[in-house]
């Protein structure tokens, strides 16, 4: 019982050791962003004594945060729609669907999630510049969305697949042909993991960087990432400037996470299938 109790104190002290060391950068970026530059130089880590707002307005002031805002969002929800609709029509017809090659075709797919962004950076902008595309945000869609399918066809392919063929077969007896059976059986029955994949899929285009950044040199296109980063060059000595801007860029993706916490769970849950 002594050693059980001991562990268990362990577990938690270690459990509680992580959270603080999650929480503290977010807490720091956040209290730092309402001070002025000089309490941010005699008190980094405390709360502050006179709250301001003057960092956000320097932000937006500044330079054109309002547009990188808009560009960000808009390629996310773009990247993120399309990556969703291709990977659940591969991971039906890669689950439910019998045709030559399939397994094939599957095995090829998945080595590509080991195949790192920046590798491929060198023949994806010699391709978009043949195609005229550079400076445009549909080269940086569909740069996105050919790094996010294979990920995203994975999950919505495993999950499919803890799906009973008996609820397919049904639809068919009542008339449902393969799209039908689509729309109105695993559409419904895959809202989890469709949103899962698409969480993960935002938080990693709304924080990305170099992609945007060699692709999108034009200023009215850059991203809020970009954006910043530039940013912090201009004001290097002014970090609670640069806090306060990386507190607007951090909040989108915490209220997504707070609305889709409980379908994260289950689509988490309910893509483990064991082969």
């Known amino acids: 019982m ?27 970026m956040t209290v730092n962003s309402f001070k002025t530059h000089e309490e941010y130089v ?3 880590i405390g709360i502050p004594k006179a709250f301001t707002m003057q960092n956000y307005i320097d932000a937006f002031q500044g330079k054109p945060f309002g547009q990188w805002f808009l560009n960000s969002l808009i390629l ?33 797919i998945v ?23 550079v400076n445009t945000r549909i080269s940086v869609i569909l740069i996105y969305v050919g790094i996010m399918l294979p990920m995203t066809i994975y999950l919505m392919r495993n999950f ?28 419904p029955l895959s809202v989890p993991a469709l949103i ?20 999108l040199q034009k200023e009215s296109l850059r991203t809020l990432m970009v954006g910043i980063t530039l940013f912090k060059g201009r004001f290097t000595l002014n970090i609670p400037v640069i806090m306060a801007g990386l507190v607007i860029a951090t909040v989108p993706i915490v209220i997504i996470y707070i609305f889709a916490q409980k379908y994260l769970v289950e689509g988490m849950l309910a893509g483990s299938v064991k082969e």
């Not at 590509?112 to 595309?133: D, E, H």
């Not at 698409?198 to 938080?203: A, Y």
């Open 196 to 215: 899962t994949s698409s969480l993960v899929n935002i938080v990693w285009v709304w924080n990305e960087l170099l992609i945007s950044l060699v692709f």
């Open 160 to 187: 499919m697949k803890t799906v009973p063929d008996s609820l397919l077969d049904a639809a068919k007896i009542d008339g449902c042909n393969s799209r039908k059976a689509l729309l109105f059986v695993m559409v």
């Open 42 to 44: 005699n008190n980094m």
């Open 111 to 133: 080595p590509l999630m080991s195949v790192p962004p920046v590798a491929m950076i060198i023949p994806q902008f010699r391709i978009i510049k043949i195609m005229g595309l």
């Open 2 to 28: 002594k050693r059980k109790r001991g562990r268990g104190i362990t577990s938690q002290l270690l459990m509680i050791s992580l959270v603080i060391v999650i929480i503290f950068p977010l807490y720091f």
């Open 76 to 108: 996310t929800a773009a990247a993120a729609f399309f990556t969703g609709i291709v990977a659940l029509l591969a991971g039906y017809a890669f689950a439910k669907m019998k045709f030559r090659g399939r397994e094939l075709l599957f095995g090829m």
